[in-house]
């Protein structure tokens, strides 16, 4: 007799689609459960000026008592490992050589939904991660709040001269505040489309007026190998610091459930170097990079510094 058939207690329950009783055998825990979110009902990190990202449900959201949803990983893993487990049968070994061997479907076990309130131009970025399930708050339906992201002066960056993105330096003061007042002047928007949706015009035509720079909210839930592809696209240096700031506090929400495979994350993908075999050779043999695109070699001298070099 397996331990699981041990723990059974039999239904019958009546109604399956050929009229006939089927049986549904509920298998009771080998232990206790608790929640992996302690009985809450969300946890919140507030983001931007009027934003937040929420967790609001984890599978699994019941773990045996003393272990992390990391074990969910670990499970799925042995299923698919059977015997071959026997080998690397430490838990911790396990997630991390999953982990570092993109054996990637036991990570898709574990899955995250959160709430999120963002300015519609970062949710446009967001969006593009087509692995995770939306379900957007609709300005066809519904009036939008009166919500707008406005960053402080020292938030708005300088374009950048070496690529197409906001650079480091800092911004006169003076064009800094023209862009705030110009966020101002857009939001005054807002009152006109009120009073246009009030006289008639429809919700679905009048929100084009409205800017990007409007909160929106969706409720996105993604598995957590898709969400760690998420997380090192829009945690790194590169993305716009606005969505980096929403991604950072996703990552703070998932840390406490899943230890064990965001410490192998952040040792292997976040924090990790991946060399080219030009780089690679270019280390072995101490001469310069065998390549002479000027992006390529600069990437490579930041790799350099990464390492020490
Ligand atoms: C710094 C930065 C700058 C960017 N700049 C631009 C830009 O200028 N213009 C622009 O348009 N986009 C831009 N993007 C968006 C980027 O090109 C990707 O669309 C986005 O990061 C989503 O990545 P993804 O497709 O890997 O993720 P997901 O959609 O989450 O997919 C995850 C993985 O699933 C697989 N997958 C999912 N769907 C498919 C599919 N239909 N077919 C095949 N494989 C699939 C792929 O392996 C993919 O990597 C930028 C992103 C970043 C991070």
Redesign the pocket.
Known sequence: MTEASTNASSETVAGAPSGEAVSIRAVEPEGPLVDVMNGSARWEIPVLDHGFVALVDVMPRLIPEGKTADSAIVQAARVSYGEGTKKVNEDRGLVRYLLRHRHTTPFEMVEFKFHVAMPIFIAR?WI????ANVNEYSARYSIVPDRFYRPSVDNIRKQSSTNRQGGEESIEVKTAEDFISLLEDSEKLYSRYLELTEKGVAREMARAALPVSLYTEWYWKCDLH?LF??LS??M?S??QQEIRAYADAMYELIKPIVPVSAEAFEQYRLNGVFLTSLEVESLRSGKPLASDNKREQTEWEQKRARLGL
């Open positions: 970025q593009r991660h087509r692995t898709n592809h998420f696209l829009r790194d590169h993305a």
